[in-house]
C-alpha cells in the first residue's frame, strides 16, 4: 500500500493486487494491536543485511520522521515506549485505514483476493510483464513485489517472492526464521523447563551486539525480546559460519558480577539463595544444580568465585533451533541486495521489475525497524516504479 499511494500520488496508474482475503493483516497483529509502527532512532546499524551498506539511501531519504508526518498528518495519536518505539494510542486499524487512504488519494486500483498464477516478461516492443491472475490477466511496465517473508503463515504469508526472483535469475538467501524464540537440548530443557513463565532482565548476545532486555523461560527454550533479538544474529552466525555458536547472556547486567560475589564471599548461606537477590528464586537454585553450585558461598574458593562471576557475566548456551516461523516476528534473508539497487529497489538485470520490504535480505531490529525498513523502502521503489 504504501509503494502503491506513491507511485498512484505522482501520477502512475496502480494496480494493488493482494492474495489475502483481510487487508494487512501483519499490521493489524502488530505490536499487541497497537502496532509499533516506527521507532525514533533509526540508523543503519539497526538492521542485518549482507551488503550493509544497502539500507541507508532509502533510509535517508524516507525517514521515521517523514513518517510520523504521515500519521499525525491523518490525526492518529500515538506514544512513546522504551528504546523509541512508537505505537498507536488506540489500535493498528488507524495505520492500515491511513494506507487505504492515501491509495485512494492515488487514485490505486485493487484486485483482492486475486491469487498470481504466473508472471512472464515479453520481449516484443511492449516490453511488459504479464501476470496471470484469479482474477483475469494483467499487463505492467513495472512490477513491484511486495509479498514479505515467511514468518506468521497463518495469515498468508508465502515464498512467492522468492519463486519470482528466482524465475528471473535474481539470487534469494537462504530464508530462516528470525526475531524468533530459541529451543534448548534435553540435558539444559530438563531442568529450566518448570521454570517456564520466569523472566528476568539479561543483556544477550551472540557475536553480535549485545541487548539488554527481558529473557523469559519458555517450556521449549527461551523468548523474550532480548532473545528474539539475539536470535536473529544466532541464526545468521549458523548461516555463515555453518556452525550453532553459543548464545551468551550476562545474568547479571550492570554490575560487576565479581566484585559483587567477592562482597559476600564470607556468607554461609547457599550461592543459590545469594543469586535469588539478583535473579528469580526457582531460576537462582536451578542454574546451581545445572553448574554444580549448590554450596554455601563460603566454601567455594576465591578462585571458583571469580569462575563463578565469569560464568554469571557470560553463561553460555548452545540453543538446538528455533520455534520456527509459526512464532517468528520477521524472515531473515531473502532477495540478494547486491542484484538491487539501493536508490530505487529495481533489480539491476531485469528492468522494471522491484522489491520492497521483508521479501529482501533486510531484517531490522526488534521495535518498529521493519516497518521503517518498509515504508522506506516502498517510498523508494514508489518514486520510480
Known amino acids: 500500500m504504501m509503494c502503491a499511494a506513491t507511485a498512484g500520488q505522482r501520477g502512475r496508474r496502480v494496480l494493488l493486487l493482494d492474495h489475502a482475503t483481510k487487508l494487512a493483516e501483519k499490521i493489524r497483529i502488530s505490536g499487541g494491536g497497537r502496532c509499533n509502527f516506527t521507532n525514533r532512532r533509526v540508523t543503519a546499524e539497526h538492521f542485518l543485511c549482507r551488503n550493509p551498506h544497502f539500507v541507508r539511501s532509502a533510509l535517508s531519504r ?14 492518529i495519536s500515538y506514544h512513546e ?11 493498528a486499524q488507524q495505520i492500515i485505514n491511513m494506507l487505504r487512504a492515501e491509495c485512494e488519494d492515488g487514485a490505486v486500483q485493487w484486485a483482492m483476493p486475486a491469487s498470481v498464477q504466473t508472471v512472464e516478461r515479453t520481449s516484443d516492443e511492449h516490453d511488459r510483464f504479464v501476470i496471470d491472475t484469479t482474477m483475469g490477466r494483467f499487463y505492467a511496465h513495472s512490477l513491484v513485489i511486495a509479498t514479505g517473508g515467511l514468518s506468521i503463515p497463518k495469515i498468508g ?21 528470525a526475531l524468533v524464540p530459541l529451543t ?40 523474550g525480546p532480548s532473545i528474539l533479538q539475539a536470535s536473529s544474529y544466532w541464526q545468521a552466525q549458523a548461516y555463515e559460519k555453518g556452525d550453532w555458536a553459543p548464545l551468551s547472556l550476562n545474568l547479571l547486567p550492570g554490575i560487576d558480577a565479581g566484585e559483587w560475589l567477592m562482597a559476600h564471599a564470607t556468607e554461609r548461606g547457599l550461592l ?3 543469586l535469588s537477590e539478583r535473579l528469580p528464586r526457582r531460576f537462582a537454585h536451578a542454574l546451581c544444580a545445572l553448574q554444580g553450585w549448590e554450596k554455601p558461598v563460603n566454601a567455594f574458593r576465591h578462585s571458583d568465585l571469580r569462575q563463578i562471576a565469569a560464568t554469571l557475566a557470560d553463561w553460555q548456551l548452545v540453543p538446538s533451533g528455533t520455534q520456527g516461523y509459526a512464532k517468528a516476528e520477521v524472515t531473515l534473508g531473502g532477495v540478494d541486495t547486491n542484484a538491487l539497487s539501493s536508490k530505487t529497489m529495481e533489480a539491476r538485470s531485469v528492468p522494471g521489475l522491484y522489491f520492497v520490504g ?18 522506506s523502502s516502498a517510498y523508494a521503489a514508489g518514486q520510480h516504479a
Open 62 to 75: 524516507y525517514t521515521a520522521r517523514d513518517f510520523i508526518d504521515l500519521v499525525e498528518g491523518h490525526g
Open 81 to 91: 515506549r522504551d528504546w523509541g518505539q512508537l505505537f498507536c494510542d488506540d489500535s
Open 157 to 177: 504469508a508465502s515464498p512467492f517472492g522468492y519463486r519470482i526472483a528466482e524465475q528471473f535469475g535474481i539470487p534469494v538467501i537462504a530464508p530462516r526464521p
Open 184 to 223: 534448548l537440548p534435553p540435558e539444559t530443557l530438563s531442568l529450566l523447563a518448570p521454570l517456564a513463565g520466569a523472566s528476568f532482565e539479561v543483556e544477550a548476545s551472540c557475536r553480535g551486539p549485545a541487548f539488554r532486555e527481558a529473557a523469559l523461560i519458555t517450556h521449549r527454550g527461551l523468548s
Open 272 to 274: 543459590a539463595n545469594l
Open 358 to 375: 521483508e521479501v529482501m535480505d533486510v531484517t531490522g531490529h526488534l521495535g518498529g525497524y521493519n516497518f521503517q525498513w518498509a515504508w
